[in-house]
């Protein structure tokens, strides 16, 4: 369970050359056909589209209504709070699957047939296996959401003008850990019975990023059958999702680039 705090010390290590700026100088790039060297699982059926299991929610709240900013509430204390709390659901969601997401079960951080990689601070990428990937990803945001000057909890601090751009970074890669719990453990999600869980949360979270605009929709495009099914009770969502699902990198990558 050492990642769930994220703090090994090779992370720290990793975590020091960070420039003061920011620091998930990570990027993704999507590759569409075979991962390096391993080829891609047959397409399967996606069990987590079932009706019988995406019907399963822990509350029928209205998760539209809850996301919104309430009057007389900062903006960025809003999105502050919003997302430090999915990152620990996130965190604590991931955990419950810890076990099964391996080096060797997930050689590579994949969401159905999209690969992601990780790039370190000098935009170097990094092949790592999936649970390497959500290592670096929770290690990081929980350096950011401790941090401060980011974060600012005391009173009269102000928050940084990169806030945004980082509360979108982080959210992205949240997804990425979301999408990866489905597309790749949703069976052992099942047998723990934790998918009312799962589908509560990924509801919640997609709504939010939404509510938002914390995301960009062609980012979150490879899990849209999905969100459908969960999240458009009602929402109609502006209907323009037409990510053509690839050719996202440029338009994806635009808020990536922190100065
Ligand atoms: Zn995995």
Redesign the pocket.
């Known amino acids: 369970m050492d990642w769930l705090m994220g703090f090994s010390n090779d992370k720290e290590k990793l975590l020091k050359q960070d420039t003061p700026d920011f620091q998930l100088r990570i990027m993704h790039r999507k590759s569409k056909g075979k991962p390096n060297g391993k080829k891609p699982a047959p397409e399967e059926k996606k069990l987590y589209l079932e009706p019988e299991y995406t019907k399963s929610r822990i509350t029928d709240f209205e998760f539209k209504e809850l996301v919104m900013l309430p009057r007389e509430i900062d903006l960025n204390e809003w999105l502050a709070s919003n997302t430090t709390t999915f990152f620990h659901h996130i965190n604590l969601q991931y955990s419950t699957?810890s076990e099964?997401?391996t080096g060797e079960?997930?050689q590579t951080m994949a969401v159905c047939n999209t690969q992601y990689y990780w790039y370190d601070e000098r935009g170097k990428k990094i092949k790592c296996t999936?649970?390497q990937y959500v290592d670096f990803v929770m290690s990081s945001v929980q350096k950011l959401v401790t941090d401060e000057d980011v974060f600012p909890t005391k009173y009269g601090k102000e928050f940084p003008n990169s806030f945004e751009s980082l509360v979108k970074k982080i959210c992205k890669y949240l997804f990425h850990v979301l999408a990866?719990i489905y597309s790749?453990?949703f069976k052992e999600t099942l047998a723990l019975e934790l998918h009312g869980h799962l589908n509560t949360l990924y509801t919640h979270f997609i709504l939010f990023i939404r509510e938002f605009n914390l995301v960009d929709p062609k980012e979150t495009t490879i899990m849209d059958d999905l969100t459908e099914v969960l999240c458009s009770s009602g929402s109609g969502s502006g209907g323009s999702s037409n990510g053509s699902g690839n050719g996202s990198s440029a338009g994806a990558q635009n808020h990536v680039k922190e100065r």
């Open positions: 699957i099964f997401c079960s997930c999936a649970p990866h790749s453990h």
